[in-house]
């Protein structure tokens, strides 16, 4: 093979193949690079490869280390690490480093084949996510049943208490806020359930905007939303497509009340409703206290809660719920500023694939 015919299939190779000099500036930028990162090569090209390196990561010293390792053991094999984009995303990729040698062993750089395996993580996150669930679901849906069932005798037994006072007897009260609450543990036993034993969804063809707007009237009446705007930014097209319109109002039920809670003191929440090739796209963004990096990747971890007397089911419930529709609910936030819950429903029955 001519030298001309490798430098165009290193340029074309899918992976991100980068060479760099002695002083740790990008000489060659192929294809798969700017695929990657979102750089054109004469962006990159003489700049240093430390653009590429988050901040906290480059205080820990990592590319130092990654050029001993290199140097001492002549090769960096799968090193997994985080990489910024050109558009700032953090990507998880693996690394191997070989050096680029004179024919007399003088280093003039090193040569970086860099791959992205953010969807290997994905994957991973996503079998931990099933096993918990396999795991815990029998004990779960046998301990809701029996919670289900004494929760009824006591709201029975109440209710007959209650029926027996004069009505401005000040007991009543307390019976009444008792009702209040033996009503809330049934609604976390019953997600409980859903979470333990899901329903398959009843599919049938509904409009998106009109379910919206029929959870926006339940919540609205909710005291926690007393201090709270709610925004609709719908489009003027009525956006019809099979799903399950229990669930899915319960879907948004609890994404709205999310976003109540994250406002303690009032704020808005803006509910987006668009649609691209395969989707119609539901976006509820909030004005609230945000979510620090560690929460946000735990947020749909069955029993994961940082609310005082949450069940931590909510939104793992509204994942199951959204998948259960070949869906996808992903999570943006930050810190002080807000947090963007965004789901994605097929305008399209999908079906399972035969390997899932």
Same mark, same amino acid.
């Given at each position: 093979?001519? /030298?001309?015919? &490798?430098?165009?299939?290193?340029?074309? $190779?899918?992976?991100?193949?980068? =060479?760099?000099? #002695?002083? *740790?500036?990008?000489?060659?930028?192929?294809?798969?690079?700017?695929?990657?990162?979102?750089?054109?090569?004469?962006?990159?090209?003489?700049?240093?490869?430390?653009?590429?390196?988050?901040?906290?990561?480059?205080?820990?010293?990592?590319?130092?280390?990654?050029?001993?390792?290199?140097?001492?053991?002549?090769?960096?094999?799968?090193?997994?690490?985080?990489?910024?984009?050109?558009?700032?995303?953090?990507?998880?990729?693996?690394?191997?480093?070989?050096?680029?040698?004179?024919?007399?062993?003088?280093?003039?750089?090193?040569?970086?084949?860099?791959?992205?395996?953010?969807?290997?993580?994905?994957?991973? /996150?996503?079998? &931990?996510?099933?096993?918990?669930?396999? $795991?815990?679901?029998?004990?779960? =849906?046998?301990? #809701?049943? *029996?919670?289900?069932?004494?929760?009824?005798?006591?709201?029975?037994?109440?209710?007959?208490?209650?029926?027996?006072?004069?009505?401005?007897?000040?007991?009543?009260?307390?019976?009444?806020?008792?009702?209040?609450?033996?009503?809330?543990?049934?609604?976390?036993?019953?997600?409980?359930?859903?979470?333990?034993?899901?329903?398959?969804?009843?599919?049938?063809?509904?409009?998106?905007?009109?379910?919206?707007?029929?959870?926006?009237?339940?919540?609205?009446?909710?005291?926690?939303?007393?201090?709270?705007?709610?925004?609709?930014?719908?489009?003027?097209?009525?956006?019809?497509?099979?799903?399950?319109?229990?669930?899915?109002?319960?879907?948004?039920?609890?994404?709205?009340?999310?976003?109540?809670?994250?406002?303690?003191?009032?704020?808005?929440?803006?509910?987006?409703?668009?649609?691209?090739?395969?989707?119609?796209?539901?976006?509820?963004?909030?004005?609230?206290?945000?979510?620090?990096?560690?929460?946000?990747?735990?947020?749909?971890?069955?029993?994961?809660?940082?609310?005082?007397?949450?069940?931590?089911?909510?939104?793992?419930?509204?994942?199951?719920?959204?998948?259960?529709?070949?869906?996808?609910?992903?999570?943006?936030?930050?810190?002080?500023?807000?947090?963007?819950?965004?789901?994605?429903?097929?305008?399209?029955?999908?079906?399972?694939?035969?390997?899932?």
């Amino acid at each position: 093979m001519d /030298e001309q015919k &490798l430098l165009t299939a290193l340029m074309e $190779s899918p992976d991100a193949i980068i =060479a760099v000099d #002695a002083d *740790e500036k990008v000489a060659f930028w192929n294809r798969g690079a700017e695929v990657l990162f979102g750089y054109r090569a004469q962006e990159m090209v003489g700049q240093p490869i430390n653009i590429l390196v988050p901040p906290d990561v480059e205080g820990d010293g990592e590319l130092v280390e990654l050029t001993q390792r290199l140097f001492r053991d002549g090769f960096v094999r799968n090193y997994r690490t985080r990489r910024l984009t050109k558009d700032g995303r953090r990507v998880l990729v693996e690394t191997t480093m070989t050096p680029i040698t004179e024919l007399d062993g003088t280093s003039i750089g090193s040569m970086l084949v860099i791959r992205d395996v953010s969807n290997v993580e994905r994957l991973h /996150e996503d079998l &931990l996510f099933a096993e918990n669930l396999a $795991s815990m679901g029998e004990m779960a =849906a046998a301990l #809701a049943h *029996e919670i289900k069932n004494d929760l009824a005798g006591i709201s029975g037994a109440i209710q007959v208490i209650r029926n027996s006072m004069d009505r401005d007897d000040p007991r009543c009260d307390v019976m009444a806020e008792i009702l209040a609450q033996v009503k809330k543990l049934d609604s976390s036993v019953r997600d409980l359930l859903t979470l333990a034993r899901p329903t398959a969804p009843q599919l049938e063809d509904a409009n998106v905007c009109f379910i919206l707007s029929e959870v926006i009237s339940i919540v609205k009446r909710d005291p926690v939303m007393k201090e709270i705007e709610i925004v609709r930014d719908f489009p003027p097209e009525v956006c019809h497509i099979p799903l399950d319109t229990k669930q899915v109002s319960q879907v948004f039920i609890n994404t709205m009340m999310n976003a109540a809670q994250a406002m303690p003191r009032g704020g808005r929440v803006t509910v987006k409703v668009s649609e691209n090739k395969e989707d119609v796209v539901i976006a509820f963004t909030d004005t609230g206290v945000g979510m620090p990096a560690d929460v946000m990747a735990s947020a749909f971890t069955p029993f994961f809660t940082t609310k005082p007397g949450g069940s931590g089911v909510g939104l793992s419930v509204s994942k199951r719920i959204i998948e259960a529709h070949r869906g996808r609910i992903e999570a943006d936030s930050e810190v002080g500023k807000g947090t963007t819950f965004t789901i994605y429903l097929p305008k399209r029955r999908r079906t399972r694939r035969t390997n899932e």
